[in-house]
C-alpha cells in the first residue's frame, strides 16, 4: 500500500525538492558564468541582487525604467567587482514588446548564447488615490481606478514568466531542473524567481490593489511550480515583508514606528540560495526582520529576551511547505470516493455520461 501510494505523490511527480534549509550558507561561485536577467533592478532588491551575483562573476542584464538611474549602477558595480559583464536594458514591464526586446538582447549578451536564471522583481507600491475609496462616481463621467499597481505587478510580472518559460528551456547545455542534481556537474539551469509580498499571504488594510496584485503572483507560483517540470523549468518564490526600500511610504514607516523592520541583505541572502543551488525547487519563504527565536518540542516557534544557547537569529522563513503532501492524502481520499462511484454506476452510468456528453450541444440548441 505504501509502495502504491508513494508511486502516485504528486512531490514526486513535480520533482519538488525537500523543504528549504534556511541554514544553509549558499555558495556565491555557482553563479559564476551564469546569465541572469533581473527586472526591477535599479534599486532595492534588483540592485542588491546585481551587485551580490555580479561579485559573483554572473553575467547580469539588469533591466529597469529608469534609464539615468538603472544605467549608473551598472557603471558603478562594474567598477566596484571588476566584472565588465553586466549590460543594461531600459525595459517598461508593463510593454510586451518592451519585455519581448529585453530577453532578445540578454541572448545577443549572454556568452553561450542562452539565459539561466530570470528573477521578475519589478514592482510598485503606490498609486494615484486608494482603490477602497472612489472619487467623483457620480459626475457625468466617472474616472477609472488608477490600475498601475495591477499593469507593473500583475501583469509585467506574468509577462515575464511568459518568456522566461519559453527562454529557460532553450537555454543551450542546460537539462531539466532536478532536485537530486549535483551543482558541481551542473553548469547551466533553468531558473524563474518570483518575487511577491507578504501582501500575498494575508490581507494589508488599505492596499487592495497591491494585495490583489501580489495574491495573484503567489497563485501564479503555486500554479507554474507543479506545472514547469514540463519544461524543466524550476520556479521558486520570495515573500519580504516590510522592508528597508523606497516601497515602504512615510505613512508605512510610521506605522511600523516602534516595530520591526527588515533589511535588503536578508533578501539578497534568501534569493541568493534560490540562485545558487539549482537542487531547490518548487519553493518559497518569506523573508523579515532578523529575530532572535526558538523552537519547542511541538515545532511551535516563540521570540527569545536575552540569552539563550539554544535560540538563533532568523529572517528567512518557509512558506506553502506542505502544500503537496497534503494534497496527496486528499486527492487519494477523493479519487478512491470516485473510482467507488465508477464502480457502483458500471458501464451502464458510463454510456449514460458519454451520451449526455456527445449530445449535450445538440440539446442546449433546442433549450
Not at 559573483?56 to 566596484?80: F, T
Not at 529557460?168 to 511577491?196: F, I, W, Y
Request: glycine share 8%; net charge neutral; hydrophobic share 45%.
Amino acid at each position: 500500500m505504501a509502495k502504491e501510494a508513494a508511486k502516485h505523490r504528486l512531490v514526486d511527480a513535480i520533482r519538488q525538492s525537500p523543504p528549504f534549509d534556511v541554514t544553509h550558507v549558499p555558495d556565491d561561485s555557482w553563479v559564476k558564468d551564469k546569465v541572469i536577467v533581473i527586472t526591477g533592478a535599479a534599486s532595492g532588491f534588483g540592485a542588491g541582487f546585481l551587485t551580490r551575483w555580479a561579485a559573483a562573476g554572473a553575467v547580469i542584464v539588469a533591466a529597469d525604467i529608469n534609464v539615468v538611474k538603472g544605467d549608473q549602477l551598472v557603471r558603478d558595480v562594474k567598477r566596484d567587482t571588476g566584472n565588465s559583464r553586466l549590460y543594461f536594458v531600459h525595459c517598461d514591464v508593463t510593454e510586451w514588446q518592451s519585455q519581448v526586446n529585453l530577453f532578445r538582447q540578454a541572448v545577443k549578451f549572454s556568452p553561450h548564447g542562452g539565459i539561466d536564471t530570470v528573477v521578475a522583481n519589478a514592482g510598485i507600491a503606490q498609486s494615484k488615490g486608494l482603490f477602497e475609496y472612489p472619487q467623483a462616481l457620480d459626475v457625468t463621467s466617472p474616472p477609472p481606478p488608477d490600475l498601475s499597481i495591477l499593469n507593473v505587478n500583475l501583469t509585467g510580472v506574468t509577462y515575464t514568466a511568459h518568456l522566461a518559460l519559453w527562454y529557460l528551456q532553450r537555454n543551450p547545455g542546460s537539462s531539466a531542473a532536478n532536485p537530486k542534481c549535483v551543482p558541481s556537474e551542473t553548469h547551466r539551469d533553468r531558473h524563474l524567481l518570483l518575487m511577491a509580498s507578504v501582501a500575498g499571504l494575508m490581507a494589508m488594510p488599505g492596499g487592495a490593489l497591491y494585495n490583489a496584485s501580489k495574491h495573484a503572483v503567489v497563485g501564479l507560483y503555486r500554479s507554474l511550480r507543479s506545472s514547469s517540470f514540463v519544461h524543466g523549468v524550476r520556479v521558486n518564490l520570495i515573500c519580504p515583508y516590510f522592508i528597508d526600500t523606497s516601497l515602504v511610504s512615510v505613512t508605512g514607516r510610521a506605522i511600523l514606528a516602534g516595530g520591526t523592520i527588515g533589511k535588503v541583505e536578508d533578501v539578497v541572502e534568501a534569493a541568493t540560495r534560490f540562485a545558487a543551488n539549482p537542487r531547490v525547487v518548487g519553493r518559497a519563504v518569506s523573508v523579515g526582520p532578523k529575530l532572535k527565536v526558538k523552537q519547542n518540542a511541538e515545532g511551535e516557534w516563540s521570540l527569545v529576551e536575552g540569552e539563550d544557547n539554544d535560540a538563533e537569529q532568523r529572517a528567512i522563513w518557509e512558506v506553502y511547505m506542505h502544500d503537496f503532501e497534503d494534497a496527496d492524502i486528499f486527492q487519494r481520499r477523493l479519487i478512491a470516493i470516485f473510482n467507488r462511484v465508477v464502480e457502483i454506476r458500471g458501464w451502464t452510468g458510463w454510456v449514460q455520461d458519454l451520451f449526455a456528453a456527445v449530445t449535450y450541444r445538440l440539446r442546449s440548441y433546442w433549450t
